[in-house]
């Protein structure tokens, strides 16, 4: 019994001296958010900028996408704020202006000209090559 006192008691320091000295933000930890992250936004953000993008969306449908997009970007930033590997870090900092670019994708009074430019700039090109190098990163961290 006291033994497993004693193991118990230090599982909590071990715990606390690794989240004092931000061990727990590992390469493992930071791709298990991104997968989580992508879980909860991906297709919801895919769908609502179909919708926003099509012709016939409303005012309403583009607000809805600006603010899902808002809210993924502030997540996103997030997960790369917490995360301390450099290659999920290097990988991941490109990504945010993709979404701030999405988040002007959807304004109302943007044409589908400007639209197809947004979709060219280095920015966009810059976000999904990185987004395509952080999940080759995390697939090949999940398979090792």
């Not at 320091?13 to 991104?34: H, K, N, P, R, W």
């Not at 991906?42 to 609502?48: G, H, L």
């Not at 202006?97 to 920015?123: G, I, N, R, S």
Request: hydrophobic share 40%; glycine share 4%; aromatic share 6%.
């Amino acid at each position: 019994m006291r033994l497993q006192k004693k193991f118990a008691m230090l599982g909590i320091a071990t715990s606390a001296i690794f989240g004092l000295t931000g061990c727990g933000s590992s390469l493992a930890d930071s791709c298990a958010e991104f997968a989580a992250f992508d879980q909860e936004y991906v297709a919801e953000v895919d769908r609502a900028m179909s919708t926003a993008t099509q012709p016939e969306a409303t005012a309403e449908d583009k607000a809805k996408a600006q603010e899902l997009v808002q809210e993924a970007r502030l997540d996103f930033e997030e997960i790369v704020a917490d995360a301390e590997d450099e290659d999920f870090v290097a990988s991941a900092g490109s990504i945010p202006p993709t979404y701030a670019l999405y988040e002007q994708f959807v304004e109302p009074d943007v044409t589908q000209e400007e639209q197809m430019e947004m979709l060219q700039t280095q920015d966009m090109q810059d976000g999904l090559k990185a987004q395509a190098a952080l999940t080759q990163l995390c697939d090949a961290q999940s398979n090792s």
